[in-house]
């Protein structure tokens, strides 16, 4: 699209149609019409008091009978926990601050009001925030409270949104926070920022309070879940929950400042050795979900958690066996163990080739809108 860098303006105005024109905001945006918005209201401010008195109530009801993850505990949360080690009445906070490592149209100037949750229903073993979602690291308030920590984002931080981040365990929370931040005043888009595992329920019981949502879909291969996130259904309740979102939001948008109002961002952190099962990803969302899906691939993966740690195996074998890195082997009698380390197959970064490829299948599958750095004076959008 080639670029306009200035209004068309008449060559002759009368000091009253002057003025005015001079107060007329203008735009220089390298964006496409569809996604542009004059203006967004974020959606849990149009709900009606009764859709409002009717999510209070499943809240409540899912948390007695915990079904709102695909890992189905049935737990009644407000006695004991479940998978996530989360009760009913309080969630636990990592940190609660303006964050500024999103999306250049998410953070934006003044950053994205990031509530980072402590605990998650996936157990990846290479998880970059481990310390905090594989247990329970951090301080506990009520869903009102953090309804109040909310606005003082909005107003003390003026963050662009609020950010929730691995919030899957704690969806009927989340959702009692937005409706008592909305009493309170808040006025800026809710970001629902996820791994995709999450269930039809849980996002129905979301629809109308998120304006913006960012799944993260990890890997295609039950085999792969299995093995890395300790969840072998993941990519098809992702397929599922991923088409949900975007049937409930659609593609991303933007306003004339270039912050992501609503839609769908999709995000894909490319692993070594798995780059086929990016690729897939890739041909899936252009295949079964939009062609303007706007797409993140990251290469940022590292080594974390418990890959490339120690480990040794004590189950008796004959002959040589593999277990995660760990070489056990028998000769004349003589057994021997050699401490390797676990998870060696994504033990090192990704490579530029690794990234690069799945790049070009997202591209030759007719995806087009890519988080790319800006090659202007503007926003990334």
């Given amino acids: 699209m080639a670029r306009m860098p200035y209004p068309l303006r008449s060559p002759v105005r009368s000091p009253a149609r002057l003025t005015s024109h001079l107060l007329e905001p203008t735009r220089h945006l390298h ?8 203006n967004h209201t974020p959606r849990y401010l149009s709900l009606p008091p009764t859709t409002i008195t009717h999510k209070y109530s499943l809240c409540h009801t899912h948390l007695l009978n915990c079904n709102l993850c695909p890992r189905l505990c049935s737990t009644n949360r407000y006695q004991t926990t479940g998978y996530c080690l989360i009760p009913a009445t309080t969630v636990s906070i990592n940190t609660l601050a303006p964050h500024f490592g999103e999306e250049p149209c998410i953070q934006g100037h003044n950053g994205s009001g990031a509530v980072f949750f402590s605990g998650c229903n996936l157990r990846c073993v290479f998880c970059q925030n481990w310390d905090i979602a594989h247990r329970k690291n951090g301080f ?26 691995t919030g899957e365990h ?36 979301l629809g109308g309070v998120v304006d913006i949502y960012l799944p993260d879909f990890k890997v295609w291969r039950a085999e792969s879940s299995k093995r890395l996130l300790k969840a072998e259904d993941y990519a098809r309740v992702a397929r599922e929950s991923i088409k949900k979102m975007y049937e409930q939001v659609g593609d991303l948008c933007f306003t004339g400042d270039g912050i992501a109002k609503k839609g769908v961002l999709l995000r894909h952190l490319v692993m070594p050795g798995m780059e086929e099962e ?23 993966y590292r080594p974390d958690a418990h890959v490339g740690k120690s480990a040794r195996s004590t189950k008796a074998s ?11 082997t028998e000769q004349d009698g003589e057994r021997s163990a050699t ?27 007719g995806l087009w809108r890519f988080c790319d750095p800006v090659r202007h004076d503007g926003f990334n959008i």
């Fill in 278 to 300: 990016g690729k897939e990803i890739m041909r899936w969302v252009a295949g079964e979900v939009s062609r303007d899906m706007f797409v993140n691939i990251m290469e940022q």
């Fill in 170 to 205: 704690v969806v009927p929370q989340v959702v009692q926070a937005v409706l008592a931040a909305r009493e309170k005043g808040l006025k800026v888009p809710i970001i629902y920022n996820t791994s995709a595992f999450d269930s039809l329920e849980s996002l129905e019981l």
């Fill in 140 to 165: 506990d308030v009520t869903p009102e409270e953090l309804g109040g920590w909310m606005v003082k984002l909005q107003e003390v931080g003026k963050v662009h949104n609020i950010n929730f981040v």
């Fill in 339 to 365: 401490t390797k380390v676990r998870y060696s197959e994504i033990n090192r970064p990704v490579t530029g080739e690794e990234v690069s490829s799945v790049r070009r299948a997202a591209e030759d599958a």
């Fill in 318 to 328: 004959l002959g040589s066996e593999q277990l995660d890195g760990v070489a056990v």
């Fill in 31 to 38: 964006l496409a019409p569809p996604f542009l918005l004059d």
